[in-house]
């Protein structure tokens, strides 16, 4: 296999920063606390292919409500490599938990952009059934794919990425 990247935290400032502009209000113990207990996303099984991103907090989704989640993770990516986030197949097979971009792209230019390339998770729970999710901290909510890429012969992207979501343009 291929090492070509490596997951790490974002820093505390900037995850407190991220967490209280998404939820608002909390107190700087809990806060300190959340982030102490971020883990860093790990295979389960040697024949994985995913990553397991797991919930910093507690949560209930009702069908038709969203959350985003700042996991306080960002990744260091090889060139010619990107990140493929998605939903765990159980919590999408059982509840229909969708990530709201259907499937979150993390390139390698991400990790050095304007908030430290934190990596942010938006669920909706698009069940039809009436189904509640509820997920504890600690649980495991997404996976992440490393998937090597290729450019066209006649490439010219000279641009340089600055943040997040529609950061390189419309």
């Known amino acids: 296999m291929k090492k070509i990247a490596k ?3 974002i820093s505390l400032k900037q995850f407190v920063s991220d967490w209280l502009d ?15 207990n971020i883990k860093l996303p790990k295979r389960a099984t040697v024949g994985s292919a995913g990553y397991d991103f797991c919930s910093p907090v507690e949560f209930v989704l009702r069908p ?7 996991t306080g993770l960002k990744c260091k990516i090889d060139d010619g490599w990107m990140l493929q986030c998605y939903p765990r197949s159980g919590l999408g097979f059982k509840y229909r938990l969708r990530l709201n971009n259907t499937v979150g792209i993390i390139d390698s230019d991400f990790y050095n952009s304007n908030g430290e390339g934190h990596i942010f998770l938006k669920f909706g ?3 039809n ?42």
């Not at 998404?22 to 959340?34: A, C, M, P, Q, S």
């Not at 038709?64 to 700042?70: T, Y």
């Open 64 to 70: 038709g409500e969203s959350i985003k989640i700042p």
């Open 125 to 127: 729970n698009e069940s």
């Open 129 to 170: 059934e009436d189904k509640t999710i509820h997920v504890y901290a600690g649980n495991k909510i997404a996976q992440g794919i490393f998937v090597e890429y290729g450019i066209t012969y006649d490439d010219e992207a000279d641009g340089v990425r600055s943040g997040g979501f529609g950061s390189t343009g419309k």
């Open 22 to 36: 998404t939820f608002g209000n909390y107190d700087d113990n809990t806060l300190i606390e959340i982030y102490n």
């Open 7 to 9: 997951f790490e935290k």
